[in-house]
T-cell receptor, first 114, second 113 residues
Framework: NAGVTQTPKFQVLKTGQSMTLQCAQD?????MYWYRQDPGMGLRLIYY???????DKGEVPNGYNVSRLNKREFSLRLESAAPSQTSVYFC?????????????FGPGTRLTVL | KQEVTQIPAALSVPEGENLVLNCSFT??????LQWFRQDPGKGLTSLLL?????REQTSGRLNASLDKSSGRSTLYIAASQPGDSATYLC????????????FGRGTSLIVHP
């Protein structure tokens, strides 16, 4: 049981390049989330998926797109990376027993955009 | 907009001390309150989750309480150890929608030997 996994762990991009961050969970959770974490800003929600086949914008969606490929996988795409997108990106999932909405986080992807 | 505040932002204590971390939320119609730990360069690990119908939860040396009427939760760490050094975040979840949690910015704790 690996929990939430993210790839890659580190990435350096040049301005204008594109990339996809991958996330997968093996806990049969319905909901999945993408956050970014910046010093002094805390955790900010980019996009989330309440269930397979649905996605919704969070607090800071501009410059990002997501795909809920299936129940296990939720990817985040940067179409044209900008230095302002330098951050640590976390994927999370939640769901399971009714009334229990504990979020489980992946180890993060550290992205630098030059 | 719901807001979650954690005070203090940073705390340094000697080993063995009992300590309390504070979390305040503006909307008392809370569904649950979670406490997380984050080690440097790592993801968040859930420590405790308190449902709105509960007053507290305990796990080992950790005890978390919830007072909805005052909009506060506290995380009590007994007999602190250097291994407790980390950032502690709280997150409030509200009913409706997809239960998107609202996170505080965390308290950075250092326990020195």
């Amino acid at each position: 049981n690996a929990g939430v996994t993210q790839t890659p762990k580190f990435q350096v991009l040049k301005t204008g390049q594109s990339m996809t961050l991958q996330c997968a969970q093996d806990m049969n959770h319905n909901s999945m989330y993408w956050y970014r974490q910046d010093p002094g800003m805390g955790l900010r929600l980019i996009y989330y998926s309440a269930s397979e086949g649905t996605t919704d914008k969070g607090e800071v969606p501009n410059g990002y797109n997501v795909s809920r490929l299936n129940k296990r996988e939720f990817s985040l795409r940067l179409e044209s990376a900008a230095p302002s997108q330098t951050s640590v990106y976390f994927c999370a999932s939640s769901g399971g027993l009714a009334g229990s909405y504990t979020q489980y986080f992946g180890p993060g992807t550290r992205l630098t955009v030059l | 907009k719901q807001e979650v505040t954690q005070i203090p932002a940073a705390l340094s204590v000697p080993e063995g001390e009992n300590l309390v971390l504070n979390c305040s939320f503006t909307d008392s119609a809370i569904y649950n309150l979670q406490w997380f730990r984050q080690d440097p360069g790592k993801g968040l690990t859930s420590l405790l989750l308190i449902q709105s119908s509960q007053r507290e939860q305990t796990s080992g040396r950790l005890n978390a309480s919830l007072d909805k009427s005052s909009g506060r939760s506290t995380l009590y760490i007994a007999a602190s150890q250097p291994g407790d050094s980390a950032t502690y975040l709280c997150a409030a979840q509200y009913p409706g929608g997809s239960y998107i949690p609202t996170f505080g910015r965390g308290t950075s704790l250092i326990v020195h030997p």
